[in-house]
């Protein structure tokens, strides 16, 4: 079974932050958040990870809760091209597999 | 190549059949994964290998289905007697622990039995 917890789907107005949580209360020290999107037809695509500390890139920026129960994507500037299903996986920095859940699926809206 | 390639894109193939995918990970990528996503489904993990070792199997649905690394390269997936519930897309994926990027997908192979 997956980790984590995310809400079905989510609305965005294109321009303005879109803000993902996602909940993963059983999660344990060595294992880190990953997130991924896939857009319709296409294989997921990595958009960031981070085990404690917030991380930031040029796709998003990771917060991570100081109990690490839980964790948001923040999208800044969201896009059309950003409508996809986004998962979030925790996963152990040496496991081999993810186990995906159902995702949230973002529609931005223009 | 720059990223994960599979073969075919789209295969079409009468039930009970055999059919094989193909999976050509990044080079240098030690680690292999195939996953399967049927139509409105998550991803469903399959098999994982490590170099040529399959240490984990566990997610293969069935005996009918069964998958080989060689060279530390190239995955074939092989279904064999399809049926209509095979129908689904596939999707490989490979990583390099030293990479800290997670997994990199290919696009997939759309299968679909008739």
Redesign the interface.
Known sequence: DAKTTQPTSMDCAEGRAANLPCNHSTISGNEYV?W?RQIHS?????II?GLKNNETNEMASLIITEDRKSSTLILPHATLRDTAVY?CIV?D??T????????TRLKVLA | GAGVSQSPSNKVTEKGKDVELRCDPISGHTALYWYRQRLGQGLEFLIYFQGNSAPDKSGLPSDRFSAERTGESVSTLTIQRTQQEDSAVYLCASSSYLSGYGYTFGSGTRLTVV
Not at chain 1, 42 to 46: A, E, I
Not at chain 1, 96 to 103: A, C, E, N
């Open positions: 990953y991924y296409q294989g997921p695509q990595y990870h998962y996963s920095s040496g081999y597999k993810y186990i995906f859940g159902t995702g």
